[in-house]
């Protein structure tokens, strides 16, 4: 596609749920990451995929933060038992290849997780 | 994970001032450094890369200086379309990213 998709650009949900999140990144972009950004904070960086390689998980704030990319393409985030500090902006973007001093990030509008 | 640092702000300056951002990075292997922007309920964009030598981009100038690990951003000309939060970025496995200097710039 012409951008980063993400969806859904908005969702409330109820403490204890699981909810998940989707990214499409742009077409032939290998490189495919996840961040998060509280109210007043800065992005905190989640998780990574780079091709078919395994994913750098070390951003993932506990066990109930999970993610996958099917095909080297689409990408869900998955938090499960939602707690109230998750909730936040979750930003999702890509790039052609591991980033560089050439290649750059292109950001989705990402997901505002609201959890009551 | 190696710290980003910012003045937070906000940094308050009339049309046509001149603005000058810091920011200091702890990682000294990083390789790579850019000035995003982000807009009020908005995604970041970048705005600018940085590199070694010094660049310019119209009325911004951004200086990198890897001894004292430091990066700047200069504005010149300030317009109120400038408004926004510029986001300090270093390069280690993933981008790092600070949180931010907002900037207003007031007719």
């Known amino acids: 596609g012409a951008g980063v998709s993400q969806s859904p650009s908005n969702k409330v949900t109820e403490k204890g749920k699981d909810v998940e999140l989707r990214c499409d990144p742009i077409s032939g972009h290998t490189a495919l990451y996840w961040y998060r950004q509280s109210l007043g904070q800065g992005l905190e960086f989640l998780i990574y995929f780079q091709g078919n390689s395994a994913p750098d998980k070390s951003g993932l704030p506990s066990d109930r933060f999970s993610a996958e990319r099917t095909g080297g393409s689409v990408s869900t985030l998955t938090i499960q038992r939602t707690q109230q500090e998750d909730s936040a902006v979750y930003l999702c973007a890509s790039s052609p290849s591991r980033i560089s001093g050439a290649n750059v990030l292109t950001f989705g509008a990402g997901s505002r997780l609201t959890v009551l | 994970r190696k710290e980003v640092e910012q003045d937070p702000g906000p940094f308050n300056v009339p049309e046509g001032a001149t603005v000058a951002f810091n920011c200091t990075y702890s990682?000294?292997?990083?390789?790579?450094f850019f000035w995003y922007r982000q807009d009020c309920r908005k995604e970041p964009k970048l705005l600018m890369s940085?590199?070694?030598s010094g660049n310019e981009d119209g009325r911004f100038t951004a200086q990198l200086n890897r001894a004292s690990q430091y990066i700047s951003l200069l504005i010149r000309d300030s317009k109120l379309s400038d408004s926004a939060t510029y986001l300090c970025?270093?390069?280690?496995?993933?981008?790092?990213f600070g949180k931010g200097t907002s900037l207003l710039v007031t007719p």
């Open positions: 940085v590199y070694s």
């Open positions: 970025v270093v390069l280690e496995y993933a981008l790092n």
């Open positions: 990682n000294s292997a990083s390789q790579s």
